[in-house]
């Protein structure tokens, strides 16, 4: 059975930083989670759940338009792992981040994380 916990959220101030980290479980999909594109996305109250950063199994990786130059993600296939770092943090960034494969499987979902960005 395969989990993704998402962890790393919180409470931080405009302009600070985190990093978020999703650990993928379950003894097939750990064995070929370097085959995988993963993303994360997020959803913000009383919208859709978008992607906002996905990474290939090469390494390549593609941002959304809002938060290009702020997030960055990165995969440690050896931990089945992946991340994404977030500085210079809007309140507009304030939503549930998840992590999933790219496109996601929708079984896949897990509780994900909260960030909340606010004075």
């Known amino acids: 059975q395969v989990q993704l916990v998402e962890s790393g959220g919180g409470l931080v101030q405009p302009g600070g930083s985190l990093r978020l980290s999703c650990a993928a479980s379950?003894?097939?999909?750990?064995?070929?989670?370097?085959?995988?594109?993963m993303g994360w996305y997020r959803q913000a109250p009383g919208k859709q759940r978008e992607l906002v950063a996905s990474i290939t199994s090469g390494g390549r990786t593609n941002y959304a338009d809002s938060v290009k130059g702020r997030f960055t993600i990165s995969r440690d296939n050896a931990k089945n792992s992946v991340y994404l770092q977030m500085n210079s943090l809007k309140p507009e960034d304030t939503a549930v981040y998840y992590c999933?494969?790219?496109?996601?499987?929708?079984?896949?979902w897990g509780q994900g994380t909260q960030v909340t960005v606010s004075s």
């Open positions: 379950g003894l097939i999909f750990r064995s070929i989670f370097s085959m995988y594109s």
């Open positions: 999933n494969a790219d496109p996601p499987y929708p079984q896949h």
